[in-house]
Each structure stands twice: as C-alpha cells, then as structure tokens.
C-alpha cells in the first residue's frame, strides 16, 4: 500500500478511536452518576423503614394502652 | 273508777290512736316513695350498664381492627 | 255507761294502740333501711361515675396520641 | 515513514480501537442494567407508599370511629 493510504487510515482510526475513547467517558459518567443515585435511593429506602418500625412500636404500645382502658372498663362493670 | 274518769281515758286513747294512724299513712306513704325511687335508680342503673357493656363491645372491636392494621403495616415492613 | 263497759273498751283502744304503735316502728325502720340503701346506692353510681370520667380523660389522651402517630405518618409519606 | 511502520501503528491503534468498543458494550450494559434496578426500584417505592396511604386512611377512620364512641361514652355520662 501507498504511504498515504497508511496516513488516511491511520487518520481514520485515530479519529475512531477518540471518538470511541469520548464516548466511554460519557458512559463511565452516566454509570457514576447512576450508582449514587441507587445508593442514594437506598439510604433513602433504609432510613423511612427504619421511621416506619419506629411507628410500628407506637403503634403497639398505643394498642397495648387501649387494651388496658378497656379492662379497666370491664373490671369496673364487673365490679358494679 | 267514776264514770268521768274512764270518759276521760277513752277520749285520751282515741286521740292517740288517732294520731299514730295517721303517722302510721305518712309512714307507708313515704315508705311507697323510697321504694319507687330506689327501683327507679336500679333500673336506670341496669339501662347505664347495659349501655357500657355496649360500648365496651365496640371499644374491643375498633382494638382488633387496630391490631390488624398494625399487621398489615408489620407485613409491609417485612415485604419491603 | 257501766264501768265494766268503758274498762272493755278502754283495753280495747290500749291494744289497738299498742299495735299501731309496733306496726309504727316497723315502717320507721324499714324507712330508715331503705335511706341508708338509697344513699349507698347514689354514693356507688357517683364513684362509678368518677372512675369513668377518668377513663374518658384517659381514652381522650390515647385519640390525641393516635392522632399525633398519624401525622407523623403523613408526613413521612410527603417528605418521602 | 516505511510501510511496516505504518502497518505497526496501524494494528495497534486497530487493537485498541477494538478493546475501547469491548469496554464500551461493557458500559452500555451495565448502564441499562443500572437503570432497569433504578426503575424497579422507584416502582417498588410507589407500590410501597401507595400501600402506605391506604393505611392512613384505614388509621384516619378508625380515630374518627374512636372518637365517636368516646362521644357516646361523654354523652352517657351526661345523661346519667
């Protein structure tokens, strides 16, 4: 082959080659970004479970308070 | 004794008689009226219970219901 | 009269007194039980009132604090 | 340049092109992988806080439903 038939390809590939490279850092950005989202997303996730088990325990012991009001009105009709 | 003397007494035991009978009708009179009064009391009392009991009832079912939302919350906890 | 006339009706009314009176006593005494039932009875309903007016603070307090769980859950759904 | 250097460069910049494309699918894949887990995710937290929701009305109505008995409690003692 010619000399500047090399040159054009080599050219050609070189011009690829950074346009591939370019496209790499675009992709290894986007997948950054994404994986703090997620890890964003599941700290998020983990923090209101733990908000709603706090709420469950409430809960419980709300119920368990009724329980009590509730015997002590049966006690009392009991008793009168 | 003469005649005037027995005159006197009878006159005297009838008064008397006379006057506990009527004490006598004032008696019974009030008695009757306590006694309406304290069944009156009773049966607002029964009513009153019966009420509660009512009441009791459905503090126990709004209890359960409660129980079984916390459940449904605890499943979600679970699941998640 | 004669005398032996007025003795007999004199000892006639004299009984008849005498049973008035008894029957007299019953009553004050059976009124007098039937008071002291009564107020025992009125003593009783108003503690019984007064026990229920405690739970009714208490069941006020536990509505108040189901509330304040509530809010707490709304909320974490909108910051979320 | 002589032609075997121009073959040289060329295999070589060939070569890396086609290591950068190799990397690249890498990254196009894992992107989508991420976004899919990302979706799913958000998915998953909408079914979650639409569950959560529910839940809260379910609470609301049984807090009216409480206060509408301690109402009826109110009234009984009222009345009585």
Not at 18 to 24: C, G, L, Y
Not at 39 to 63: H, N, T
């Amino acid at each position: 082959e010619s000399a500047n038939e090399f040159r054009t390809q080599k050219d050609s590939l070189t011009q690829k080659l950074q346009d591939t490279e370019s496209r790499n850092q675009t992709l290894e950005a986007q997948l950054s970004d994404l994986e703090q989202r997620l890890e964003s997303s599941q700290l998020e996730r983990e923090a209101f479970r733990k908000s709603l088990r706090s709420l469950l325990e409430l809960l419980d012991s709300k119920i368990f308070e009724l329980n009590e009001l509730r015997d002590t009105l049966a006690k009392l009709l009991e008793g009168s």
